[in-house]
């Protein structure tokens, strides 16, 4: 992994493993656009039980996706970004590493090409 902070590949790894679930996708992109929610709420958009959108939201609270807390009697649920501020850094320093091979890769081919075709190069 091409990031520096302590345990950002933990972190990486948690948030991945959440959001290879698509209920769980879907329930961050609920609480992204409700800012708020409890698991009734949540379930009420989504085709599962209340009892599994609670078990989902506790895999994305262990990745450090989202946080409860208690209002009352009811528990809301809200994003927290940073876990995946880490993992889109992460994930942007790949794209970046690959962008930079895919470009010496294209040097070389260039490079090989006008080795067999001197004269094309020129334009004089």
Do not use: C, F
């Not at 040097?107 to 190069?121: I, K, L």
């Amino acid at each position: 992994m091409t990031e520096e902070r302590p345990g950002a590949a933990e972190v990486v790894d948690s948030v991945l493993g959440a959001l290879a679930d698509p209920t769980r996708r879907q329930l961050l992109d609920l609480l992204a656009a409700q800012g708020e929610a409890t698991a009734t709420t949540l379930a009420e958009r989504l085709p599962v039980s209340r009892q599994a959108v609670v078990k989902h939201l506790a895999v994305l609270d262990a990745a450090g996706l989202v946080s409860g807390g208690r209002v009352g009697r009811e528990v809301r649920y809200a994003v927290r970004p940073a876990a995946l501020d880490t993992t889109a850094r992460w994930m942007a320093s790949l794209a970046a590493d690959w962008d930079r091979r895919l470009a010496n890769i294209k040097r070389v081919a260039e490079a090989a090409e006008q080795e067999q075709d001197p004269g094309s190069a020129r334009s004089d």
